[in-house]
């Protein structure tokens, strides 16, 4: 149980256009779910939390109008990349919990993202 | 959340016993402690989770020091297949993990 599924795996856009990236909770329902970025040889940081149904909250630093994210419902949550750069170019994870409840969150194999 | 600090790196050899220790001396008594691993290229992976108390799970055992300024994950029998980072974190926000530098686990045949 607790699978999280994210598509595309991997994607090339050129600059200057959008990328959407779906998530997926496939056997239970996510209240919330979390967005992360990884670039190479680093660890994971934390861009956004959203709740179904609600704005997404962003950290500190992360653009709300570059990273649009939508938490339609309790199964899917999208990022989407406004406006592509080469330095947008990362690795995007999502992952996602059940309720309030529980502790932990379930990460999805995560998106590869190359801006050219 | 309280900060974690664990050495960049381990090797242990294939089948025995891999022991990973954090540092979270600061850490809240409200404050629970999490394990995740990530191989190469792939999502986080959940592995175990305490306040107080050791606790053991078909993955791993975590044991929390008294204190519980620090903690080790145990992974009993380790594979080739747990060749991975190891991500130490400490809070009470289940909507805020931050992922610190972990530590890479070598595992050797």
């Known amino acids: 149980g607790a699978v999280v599924s994210q598509h595309p795996s991997w994607v090339i856009c050129k600059s200057g256009t959008s990328v959407k990236i779906e998530c997926r909770s496939l056997?239970?329902?996510?209240?919330?779910m979390f967005w992360y970025r990884q670039f190479p040889k680093q660890s994971l940081m934390l861009m956004a939390t959203?709740?179904?149904?609600?704005?997404?909250?962003?950290e500190q630093g992360v653009e709300k109008d570059k990273f649009l994210i939508n938490h339609a419902s309790l199964t899917l949550s999208t990022l989407t990349v406004t406006s592509a750069h080469p330095e947008d170019s990362s690795f995007y994870i999502c992952?996602?919990?059940?309720?309030?409840?529980?502790?932990?969150?379930?990460f999805g194999p995560g998106t590869r993202l190359t801006v050219t | 959340d309280a900060k974690t600090t664990q050495p960049p790196s381990m090797d242990c050899a294939e089948g025995r016993a891999a022991n990973l220790p954090c540092n979270h001396s600061?850490?809240?008594?409200?404050?629970?402690v999490y394990w995740y691993r990530q191989i190469h290229s792939q999502g986080p992976q959940y592995i175990i989770h305490?306040?107080?108390n050791n606790e053991t799970n078909e993955m791993a055992s975590l044991i929390i020091t008294e204190d519980r300024k620090s903690s080790t994950l145990i992974l009993p029998h380790a594979t080739l297949r747990d060749t991975a980072v190891y991500y130490c974190?400490?809070?009470?926000?289940?909507?805020?993990?931050?992922f610190g530098s972990g530590t890479k686990l070598n595992v050797k045949p």
């Open positions: 992952s996602a919990r059940e309720g309030i409840l529980y502790y932990e969150q379930y």
């Open positions: 056997d239970f329902q996510a209240t919330t």
């Open positions: 959203s709740n179904e149904g609600s704005k997404a909250t962003y």
């Open positions: 600061t850490i809240s008594g409200n404050e629970y």
């Open positions: 305490g306040l107080k």
């Open positions: 974190m400490a809070t009470y926000n289940f909507n805020k993990f931050y």
